[in-house]
């Protein structure tokens, strides 16, 4: 059974940079077909920030992130990254790392894509 731990959370100030973590034990990443970020917060549903195919390199972006966030991994070290740059307030969340050894055809956007889930970091983003 895998296990994802995120971590690199931390409150910015807006216009900030931060670099979100993700390491697993259990599995390694060539086991893994795709991993991603989504954020929550408080009161509102689970969003999707990014993803990247393990097995093309392809990268997906919510709208709301586009250009400000980079998904990537390091496949030596086993470590997902989320780079986060021009941080807003509305960033503000708890940031889980995803992954998952089979899509069953299911979006890269959907949460529903992935079985392994971390416990979460939070990412607190000042005005």
């Known amino acids: 059974q895998a296990q994802l731990v995120e971590s690199g959370g931390g409150l910015v100030q807006a216009g900030d940079s931060l670099r979100l973590s993700c390491t697993a034990s259990g599995l390694t990443f060539s086991s893994f077909v795709a991993m991603g970020w989504f954020r929550r917060n408080p009161g509102k549903e689970r969003e999707f920030v990014a993803a990247?195919?393990?097995?093309?390199?392809?990268?997906y972006y919510a709208d709301s992130v586009k250009g400000r966030f980079t998904i990537s991994r390091d496949g030596a070290n086993d470590t997902e990254y989320l780079h986060m740059g021009s941080l807003k307030p509305e960033d503000t969340a708890v940031y889980y790392c995803?992954?998952?050894?089979?899509?069953?055809?299911?979006?890269?956007?959907?949460?529903?894509?992935?079985?392994?889930w971390g416990q979460g970091t939070q990412v607190t983003v000042s005005s």
């Open positions: 995803a992954a998952t050894t089979w899509l069953a055809g299911l979006p890269f956007r959907s949460g529903s894509a992935y079985k392994y």
């Open positions: 990247i195919s393990l097995t093309s390199g392809n990268t």
